[in-house]
Every structure is written in C-alpha cells, then in structure tokens.
Nanobody, 129 residues
Framework: EVQLVESGGGLVQAGGSLRLSCAAS????????IGWFRQAPGKEREGVSC????????YYADSVKGRFTISSDNAKNTVYLQMNSLKPEDTAIYYC??????????????????????WGQGTQVTVSS
C-alpha cells in the first residue's frame, strides 16, 4: 500500500522557520518525483517545490524561491521541505505527493495535479503576523 505521511507543520511567527517531512512507503522511491503542494482556504491547490529521487534535481515556485529548500534522504524514503523567512501568505495545508518517472515532474504546471498520483493527508502550516 502506498503511503505518504507529512509531519512538521505548526504555528510560527512571520520570519520564522519550519521543516516539513514526507515519509514515503509502498513504492520504489528512486523512480519517483516527490512534490510539495499547498492549499490555503478558498484558494486552489498550488505547487511549491519538487525533487527527483533519481537524480536530485529540484524546482521551486517563484513565490518560495530563496526561502524554501527541498531535500531527499533516499535511505529513509523521506523528503524534507525547509521553510525559512515564513510569511503570513505561506499559511496553508501542505501536501506531499509522488509522481512516477525518471525525470523531474514540475509541480507548477496545469497537469501537475494529475501527474502526481499519490497524495498524503496534509499538514497545517500557520504563519502569524
């Protein structure tokens, strides 16, 4: 059974940091891209960042570039999202997801929500001003 379990969310003040984790099981981790998405109340789900587990290539949405860092520990089948300089507009439920393929599957395309076939339950991130 495929499982993606997020953790690390919470409440933080603006300018603070959080590290999210996504623990994956039930599939061959090295064959997938792992992406982070977020959804704020009343807004559509949007792609934040992604990493290829096969070659380590990464991608960031413009809104988080320079503040967020994605990394992968393939030995633990876990992907991390280090979030620094957090802003109130970063408040959302953060989801990790997996997309099959040797190449990096970009999270900000229109088809990304379909390409990423496995999803976690999400973790809440709240940034207070």
């Amino acid at each position: 059974e495929v499982q993606l379990v997020e953790s690390g969310g919470g409440l933080v003040q603006a300018g603070g940091s959080l590290r999210l984790s996504c623990a994956a099981s039930g599939f061959t981790f090295d064959d997938y891209s792992i992406g982070w998405f977020r959804q704020a109340p009343g807004k559509e789900r949007e792609g934040v960042s992604c990493i290829s587990s096969s070659d380590g290539s990464t991608y960031y949405a413009d809104s988080v570039k320079g503040r967020f860092t994605i990394s992968s520990d393939n030995a633990k089948n876990t992907v991390y999202l280090q979030m620094n300089s957090l802003k109130p507009e970063d408040t959302a439920i953060y989801y990790c997801a997996a997309a099959q393929g040797g190449s990096l599957v970009i999270v900000t395309t229109r088809k990304a929500l379909y390409e990423y076939e496995y999803w976690g339950q999400g973790t809440q991130v709240t940034v207070s001003s």
